[in-house]
């Protein structure tokens, strides 16, 4: 049985104020809930990693970051090391999250470095793969998606690919209100499990493929409620301590 994930990404969100009130909240719903059946993480800022190690660090809750460096180090100004978050005790790491696609032109190349250099490094890479309106609409969803993960494939042998998470982020469900029916997020998660299977069954079954297009309190029970949805990349809902506690409850 694969355990559910729940990751917030808060993207480019919050303050040490804001972060403080977010944490102590998740932190207080938590409670006596922390044997649930759910891992919780959030992945910060950069420059607010030192604050979630300070606050978390004795709690169920991971964190991580929402980038990592391909490269271990070097003259690459403003990147960050998969070293350095390791200083920071950082757990999981995002790559290739649509808007890094998008607005950086990460290629699935790019993508697929950035996992090799987070899980050599000890971390968890959470892989996003997704499609845009466009593409789903020219029915191009599988073709897409599949070469996002091939890339990732193609770098990581089987001991390493088996320490990743993967996240399908519907682009055109990402901060619009949009989201995909638990019905077309599933057959997307079990079009990539299938794919997974083509290069070990084991590593197909153990993987947790999370949903990472606008998932709520209110919709969150019945898409991980999927075979193959093994929890959630929350956005929005991450940032308000009793939205996040919703999902998390909802995964039990």
């Known amino acids: 049985m694969r355990r559910k994930l729940v ?10 104020d804001s972060i403080n009130t977010l944490l102590s909240g ?45 490269y271990a180090a070097g003259a690459y100004t403003g990147e960050v090391a998969a070293s350095m978050l390791n200083d920071f005790g950082c757990r999981y790491a995002i790559v290739g999250h649509s808007e890094r696609r998008a607005y950086h032109g990460e290629s699935n190349e790019l993508v697929a470095q950035k996992a090799l250099a987070a899980v050599t490094a000890g971390l968890t890479p959470v892989v996003c793969v997704g499609e845009t309106l466009e593409q789903r609409e020219a029915g191009q969803t599988s073709v897409v998606v ?40 599933q057959e997307v998660h079990a079009e990539l ?44 809902a991450a940032l308000k301590a009793a939205d996040f506690l919703g999902i998390i409850y909802a995964a039990d």
């Open 7 to 16: 990751i917030g990404n808060w993207k480019m969100n919050g303050s040490r």
């Open 26 to 70: 998740i932190i207080a719903g938590l409670g006596a809930q922390s044997a649930q059946k759910a891992d919780v993480a959030v992945c910060a800022p950069a420059p607010y990693l030192a604050q979630c190690q300070q606050m978390l660090a004795a709690t169920p809750v991971a964190w991580g970051s929402q980038d990592v460096s391909a």
């Open 146 to 185: 599949c070469a996002q993960l091939q890339a990732v494939m193609d770098v990581l042998e089987t001991a390493l690919l088996s320490k990743i998470v993967l996240a399908y982020e519907p682009v055109w469900a990402i901060g619009t209100g949009k989201t995909a029916t638990p019905a077309m997020a």
């Open 193 to 236: 499990r299938k794919q997974l299977a083509t290069r070990s069954a084991e590593v197909a079954q153990g993987m947790q493929i999370l949903y990472g297009g606008s998932m709520k309190p209110d919709n969150a029970r019945e898409l991980m409620a999927q075979p193959d949805i093994d929890g959630g990349l929350i956005g929005g």
